[in-house]
């Protein structure tokens, strides 16, 4: 059959990662009616291999978080804040 393989990528040799934050959307749109509040949910993953914990911070007054850090065991768990916007 004379099959030839080429251009596969070489395996990796580096050190594993251990935890790794990844916040598969980027953006975040809530569209807030003028004087009431809208939700949105803000998806935490972690694609290392190790334990990862999170902090999250609350920089302005219209904007709220349902946590504000958590804990993440493995690639296999997933966290997921929920935004709240107020007008």
């Known amino acids: 059959r004379d099959n030839v393989f080429a251009n596969f990528a070489v395996p990796y040799v580096g050190e594993v990662p251990g935890s790794v934050i990844e916040l598969p959307r980027r953006v975040i749109e809530i569209e807030v009616p003028a ?3 809208a939700t949105a949910p803000l998806p935490i993953w972690n694609s290392g291999t190790a334990g990862l914990n999170w902090t999250l911070a609350e920089a302005v007054s219209w904007l709220s978080a349902s946590a504000t850090s958590g ?3 493995d690639q296999a ?3 997921t804040v929920v935004l709240t916007a107020n007008a």
């Open 77 to 79: 768990s997933t966290s």
């Open 71 to 73: 804990s993440i065991p």
């Open 35 to 37: 004087g009431g509040t």
